[in-house]
């Protein structure tokens, strides 16, 4: 069965510095979302792509962050300035198409925060 | 806005016991509902899904009905594994144009030998 693959698995990166976070989702899908969650806490929606433009995002999702698919397979996750509360687990994930279509997630990466 | 509420865990059975993990939404329109698990160390797999009232939705022996006179889409199982051990997670996408979903907090499973 076709995966998403998320790398790193675990980034350490100190405050201030910049992360970027990658994911290859299934080829022929065309729907792309980041999710996060913070330990212990519930899986929060953080953005969606799609024709290369940003769809939705949520407020969580301010000018620090941003997505791109620079190459047509990889969709990536950019913080610019990594902050204390940005450690948690992130997750890519894809959709072949909407309503029905389930979403299929990576394995996560988790990012640890100094 | 949209909300799953999912039963507190953690949730200690013994094996070949019954499960039940409560779950309950509200949403504006008609979602679709899913139960994503996550075993450990591992991402989110769609367990399964349901996209309108009253459809039963079922994988593994796992099984779960959308309920809109009760909002409720509760998981079950009648005799659960020790290798179903692993966090459930209660999900809800309604539409628009970006069907994101919104998770319940997740309900972690130990199922003892």
């Known amino acids: 069965e076709p995966e998403v693959t998320q790398t790193p698995s675990h980034q350490v990166t100190q405050m201030g510095q910049e992360v970027i976070l990658r994911c290859v989702p299934i080829?022929?899908?065309?729907?792309f979302y980041w999710y996060r969650q913070i330990l212990g806490q519930k899986v929060e929606f953080l953005v969606s792509?799609?024709?290369?433009?940003?769809?939705?995002k949520s407020e969580i999702f301010d000018d620090q962050f941003s997505v791109e698919r620079p190459d047509g397979s990889n969709f990536t996750l950019k913080i610019r300035s990594t902050k204390l509360e940005d450690s948690a687990m992130y997750f890519c994930?894809?959709?072949?198409?909407?309503?029905?279509?389930?979403?299929?997630f990576g394995d996560g990466t988790r990012l640890s925060i100094l | 806005g949209d909300s799953v509420t999912q039963m507190e865990g953690p949730v200690t059975l013994s094996e070949e016991a019954f499960l039940t993990i409560n779950c309950t939404y509200t949403a504006t329109g008609y979602p679709s509902l899913f139960w994503y698990v996550q075993y450990p160390g591992e991402g989110l797999q769609l367990l399964l899904k349901?996209?309108?009232?009253?459809d039963k939705g079922s994988n593994k022996g796992f099984e779960a009905t959308y309920r809109k006179e009760t909002t409720s889409f509760h998981l079950e199982k009648g005799s659960v594994q020790v290798s179903d051990s692993a966090v459930y997670f209660c999900a809800l996408d309604s539409g628009g144009s970006n069907y994101k979903l919104t998770f319940g907090k997740g309900t972690l499973l130990t199922v003892n030998p």
């Open positions: 349901a996209t309108k009232a009253d």
């Open positions: 994930a894809c959709a072949a198409g909407r309503g029905n279509q389930p979403q299929h």
């Open positions: 080829s022929n899908h065309l729907y």
């Open positions: 792509f799609y024709n290369n433009e940003i769809s939705e």
